[in-house]
């Protein structure tokens, strides 16, 4: 298994631009997000989803739009981008078990991709 | 938002325990804690989740105090590798966890 994978590994962009970032998971996992982390930050969850079809907002989710048309991918959209955009992008996927207490497990991070908004 | 403190760095000897700990003070009856690790830029790893009794796996001990308010990993045999930051998180559902700055764990040789 590739486990999830991002595209691209860096993007620049000017201000004002739209773009796509692509996740992909190769896991069947129902649970996909999308997180940013500033410099010395932590991170801070986007938007995730928690099936095909289904996507919700997270913390900081303005500015940005998901979509979740099959299990495998979650791509992140800039609308119009801003320098306060400029930072690193995680996306992530998780499973749930099943029975007993809710538990969901690991969420598995793909390596993230380098943005700079310029 | 589900808080947690941490110290902001710490320092291991190479082969030594390394011992982290975390307040979790507001957390739930539901919730789990959860311990992540980023080395470096890369994306951040799991390692190791419990509700209320201590868990053990290959990277890693958990020990939950019994009031639940806060916790400590232990890696038993620190190396140079497990330099990264350490995350603490507690919460509901695994796919919404709210990230603080850390522990930054530094071995050194």
């Known amino acids: 298994n590739a486990g999830v994978t991002q595209t691209p590994k860096f993007q620049v962009l000017k201000t004002g631009q739209s773009m796509t970032l692509q996740c992909a998971q190769d896991?069947?996992?129902?649970?996909m997000s999308w997180y940013r982390q500033d410099p010395g930050m932590g991170l801070r969850l986007i938007h995730y989803s928690v099936g095909a079809g289904i996507t919700d907002q997270g913390e900081v989710p303005n500015g940005y739009n998901v979509s979740r048309s099959t299990t495998e991918d979650f791509p992140l959209r800039l609308l119009s981008a801003a320098p306060s955009q400029t930072s690193v992008y995680f996306c992530?996927?998780?499973?749930?078990?099943?029975?007993?207490?809710?538990?969901?497990?690991?969420?598995?991070f793909g390596p993230g991709t380098r943005l700079t908004v310029l | 938002d589900a808080k947690t403190t941490q110290p902001t760095s710490m320092d291991c000897a190479e082969g030594r325990a390394a011992n982290l700990p975390c307040n979790h003070s507001?957390?739930?009856?539901?919730?789990?804690v959860y311990w992540y690790r980023q080395i470096h830029s890369q994306g951040p790893q799991y390692i190791i989740h419990g509700l209320k009794n201590n868990e053990t796996n290959e990277m890693a001990s958990l020990i939950i105090t019994e009031d639940r308010k806060s916790s400590t990993l232990i890696l038993p045999h620190a190396t140079l590798r497990d330099t990264a930051v350490y995350y603490c998180i507690h919460g509901g559902s695994n796919y919404k966890l709210t990230f603080g700055k850390g522990t930054l764990l530094t071995v050194n040789p």
């Open positions: 507001t957390i739930s009856g539901n919730e789990y």
């Open positions: 896991m069947n996992h129902e649970y």
């Open positions: 992530a996927s998780s499973y749930r078990t099943s029975g007993g207490i809710s538990s969901y497990n690991e969420q598995f």
